[in-house]
């Protein structure tokens, strides 16, 4: 299984990026999906994630309304929009897939099984 992350980079605050996360060697269309966060010097943290059908997201309270996460089975990818950054939002991001088919987002990092390499978001302020 791998899930290759990519999209970061450096920018100012209020500034947007796009992240992707392309996945193969799963069933990608059945199984959630998440992304992760962590700063130096601090735990991984959750930041968003996806049902297995996309109906359903979930979000920690400081990205809401300003991250969207989205997927695209034919491809095989998501996505996580980020809108009006802020230098806080600096952090390593890692996708993730979920430990199991189906089901709704998840939010903690033991119900995912597989893990991107991760990707630099630096937010200047």
């Known amino acids: 299984v791998q899930l290759q992350a990519s999209g970061g980079g450096l920018v100012q605050t209020g500034d947007s990026l796009r992240l992707s996360c392309k996945v193969s060697g799963r069933t990608f269309s059945r199984i959630g999906m998440g992304w992760f966060r962590q700063a130096p010097g601090k735990e991984r943290e959750f930041v968003a994630a996806i049902s297995w059908r996309g109906d359903r997201t979930d979000y920690r309270n400081s990205v809401e309304g300003r991250f969207t996460i989205s997927r695209d089975n034919a491809k095989n990818t998501i996505y996580l929009q980020m809108n009006n950054l802020k230098p806080e939002d600096t952090a390593i991001y890692y996708c993730?897939?979920?430990?199991?088919?189906?089901?709704?987002?998840?939010?903690?990092?033991?119900?995912?099984?597989?893990w991107g390499q991760g990707t630099q978001v630096t937010v200047s302020s």
């Open positions: 993730a897939a979920a430990r199991w088919a189906e089901g709704g987002p998840k939010s903690s990092g033991d119900d995912y099984a597989n």
